[in-house]
């Protein structure tokens, strides 16, 4: 009696092993309950941008947070560069999104058709002069970006150099070859300017302008940031550059001292936009609706006093206090169309002084 019990005991528990087992390989073969398999299901989406490496990291632990199974893998350079480099592959588009790049070289894009429409969720929130005016939109906004000049504020005191307050005031004598400038042919920020000069002058005496401005450049630079970071060294007493670098400078406490000049600043909206490719990820749009969210435009905010999506975020300390009424009259259209007519007559007048090329 004790032999048969015990081998129904054995029995039982050989059975039931079976059926643990064949349970648990059943669970594995589940998507829905296997966490391996759920991590096979992550889908990489590639975006172009031009925003600066030192916001990009902290603009994505939020869509990281939220979406942990969507990688994103960044290709970044100023706005010239991955405007060439977007429209280069036009017929074999490589990015899936245009994240925070210049609206001008977006309006470009979609005159090549590279662009495919998309309303993002909370698009309503966004305001009407920083997106596209077609429904669905082609581009949507996220902030704005002004020339300001970067002025250091030892170098210039070691040098005798009054601190300019406008754009006329870099055409002085005192400041020959005291000045660095974003070269427009490679940064966004360097053709906002020379834009804005010749919207702000007309293009007959905009063009004296910058031949004028021209006798005091030192060197002209494959970057909207590195003019203020040469001026924050030492390296140059004054460079031509944008607000959040200057502002960003100064409250790191370099001697840094952001001039928004008196005639207006230059400006363009950093925005995003949906690649139009043969097959569409859904995770892009997923990035694109994160990407005006409530969330992320209070820490665009945080770096720029314009910003698409309202916030109560406030201005950041050095930035005017009237920050649209700082702004030229821009036709974005006309910085568009005309690009590539200004670049070209940019370089063959002032392309002498450029940075070599890394």
């Known amino acids: 009696m004790k032999k048969t019990l015990r081998r129904f005991i054995a029995n039982f528990i050989s059975a039931l092993m079976v059926v643990i087992l064949v349970a648990s390989c059943t669970a594995s ?6 966490t391996t398999n759920n991590n096979s299901a992550t889908e990489t989406i590639t975006v172009y941008t031009a925003l600066e490496d030192d916001q990009i990291g902290k603009y994505l632990e939020s869509f990281k947070q939220e979406q942990p199974n969507i990688n994103v893998n960044i290709v970044r350079d100023s706005t010239g560069i ?12 490589q990015a899936d999104v245009i ?4 609206a001008s070289s977006l309006l470009i894009a979609d005159q090549q058709g590279l662009l495919e429409p998309y309303a993002p969720k909370g698009l309503e929130k966004v305001r009407e002069d920083f997106r596209d005016t077609k429904n669905p939109p082609h581009w949507v906004g996220i902030d704005a970006w002004m020339s300001a000049f970067c002025v250091n504020t030892i170098e210039s005191e070691q040098e005798n150099l009054p601190i300019p307050t406008s754009w006329e005031d870099l055409t002085k004598p005192i400041y020959q070859g005291k000045i660095v400038m974003s070269n427009p042919a490679s940064s966004g920020t360097g053709y906002l300017s020379v834009a804005a000069i010749l919207q702000l002058k007309g293009e007959e005496k905009g063009w ?3 031949d004028a401005l021209h006798n005091n450049i030192a060197q002209y630079m494959h970057s909207g940031s590195k003019p203020c970071k040469v001026a924050g060294a030492g390296e140059y007493p004054i460079g031509v550059s944008f607000g959040y670098r200057a502002v960003k400078q100064m409250n790191g406490g370099e001697p840094i001292k ?18 139009k490719k043969s097959e569409i990820k859904p995770a892009a749009k997923v990035f694109l609706d994160w990407a005006i ?10 770096n720029f006093p314009l910003t698409a999506v309202k916030t109560d975020i406030e201005i950041p300390k050095g930035f005017p206090q009237d920050p649209f009424g700082q702004l030229i009259k821009n036709d974005f259209q006309w910085m568009a169309k005309n690009r590539a007519g200004i670049l070209e007559e940019w370089t063959k007048r002032y392309d002498g002084k450029s940075e070599p090329k890394s």
């Open 99 to 102: 994240w925070g790049t210049a």
């Open 258 to 275: 952001p001039v928004f000049p008196q005639e207006g600043s230059g400006w363009d909206i950093e925005a995003n936009a949906l690649v």
């Open 208 to 210: 004296q302008y910058l």
């Open 82 to 93: 991955i405007t060439a480099k977007f429209l280069a592959e036009k017929d074999n588009p």
């Open 293 to 302: 969210s409530q969330q992320i435009s209070e820490q665009y905010a945080a």
């Open 29 to 34: 073969n589940n998507p829905g309950t296997n």
